[in-house]
């Protein structure tokens, strides 16, 4: 049901004399169907950057309730893309592993701050990793624009979401925007998007970094899962970086709709239904598709732990923070509330009975 892409790099290395040659393979799966534990893991990813969004917005922003303001941080948590990249590597006789964990776009303290901290909320950007466009950019140019956050700025802010980071350890690596000198898959603008700020991009280049810091060997394996899919103008930076050193990367993508002929297949056997366009289980309801199934689980997530109301809890008796804006519908007029000649508002029955 998935489909599989595949493409075998080989290098060649020549110092004279013909030597050994190095190589490195890219598969690319795309998952339809919530089977195995992909979105679980991909969940669990989720929930760290959550928490540290919840921990910026506690320490430098308390009280903040502005619900235009809020929303931009709840949508942020539910929807900007997340990648999970597992190292399997040869120690000691046996197999080591370390993961590493990343969020598409801009640091979390810049997000919030400029949730938090701007004269109004900023233009929903068109992926994870835009920035603010000057007035002359062209999607046409690959070149980067005017406005722009230097790389500079985006390390500073890591630096400041370090702090916040506060469950990783030696085999669960936290992987942020860093410095580009020494990486082989050098950072490039694409119609408006740098994707140096991809989840992918930043979770291979940290497991660059290790290898080039001797930290690990070459010639492992990459399982890598994202909750979108890897952009064509990505996959040549991948794989000169599998070419390089020597790995064999699998990546397994997801996109939010299911094959029609997979849907039909899941109707047809009695495991499925429609559900506001959404492919579910036949009884329990709950939704079929991986990207779904991910895209339930962190709503929940930014409900239990990024509210307002999960945040700063109303004291008993007290008011509770502000939501986000959800007009009901006007409530009926009854039978009895008609319309006086005067126009005055009805009066109600007078009781003649009186008394007890």
Not at 33 to 54: F, I, K, T
Not at 91 to 110: D, K, N, Q, S
Not at 215 to 233: E, M
Not at 333 to 344: I, N
């Amino acid at each position: 049901m998935n489909t599989t892409h595949r493409v075998l790099l080989t290098a060649v290395l020549f110092a004279g004399a013909f030597a050994p040659a190095w190589a490195g393979s890219l598969a690319i799966t795309r998952l339809h169907l919530d089977q195995g534990n992909v979105v679980a893991l991909l969940e669990a990813s989720s929930q760290r950057h959550v928490e540290v969004m919840r921990s910026i917005v506690q320490a430098s922003y308390p009280g903040e309730h502005d619900a235009r303001r809020w929303e931009i941080i709840e949508n942020h948590a539910r929807r900007v893309p997340i990648a999970r990249v597992s190292y399997e590597y040869p120690v000691g006789g046996g197999t080591g592993i370390r993961t590493y964990h990343a969020v598409g776009g801009e640091p979390l303290t810049r997000v919030a701050a400029q949730a938090f901290g701007g004269r109004t909320p900023p233009a929903t950007p068109s992926s994870a990793g835009s920035s603010p466009l000057s007035p002359t950019w062209s999607e046409d140019d690959d070149s980067p624009p005017l406005e722009r956050v230097s790389d500079d700025e985006l390390v500073a802010a890591e630096a400041a979401d370090a702090s916040h980071y506060i469950a990783m350890d030696d085999t669960d690596i936290r992987a942020p925007f860093r410095p580009s000198e020494r990486t082989v898959m050098k950072p490039y603008w694409h119609q408006g998007s740098y994707h140096a700020l991809d989840p992918e991009q930043k979770a291979m280049r940290a497991l660059e970094d290790d290898i080039l810091d001797g930290k690990l060997p070459r010639g492992g394996k990459v399982h890598a899962w994202l909750s979108s899919v890897v952009c064509a103008t990505c996959r040549r930076p991948l794989e000169r970086m599998a070419e390089a050193y020597d790995l064999e990367v699998t990546f397994t993508e997801m996109v939010p709709f299911v094959p029609t002929h997979i849907t039909q297949a899941e109707i047809t056997a009695g495991r499925g239904r429609m559900k506001a366009f959404r492919l579910v289980h036949a009884e329990s309801g709950m939704p079929l598709g991986a990207f779904d199934a991910l895209d339930v689980a962190r709503d929940a997530q930014v409900r239990q732990a990024l509210s307002p109301v999960a945040i700063e809890p109303p004291l008993r008796g007290g008011s509770s923070p502000m939501r986000t804006f959800r007009l009901g519908p006007p409530r009926p007029r009854r039978v009895t509330e008609g319309s006086s000649a005067s126009g005055a508002p009805p009066q109600q029955p007078v009781d003649e009975a009186g008394g007890c």
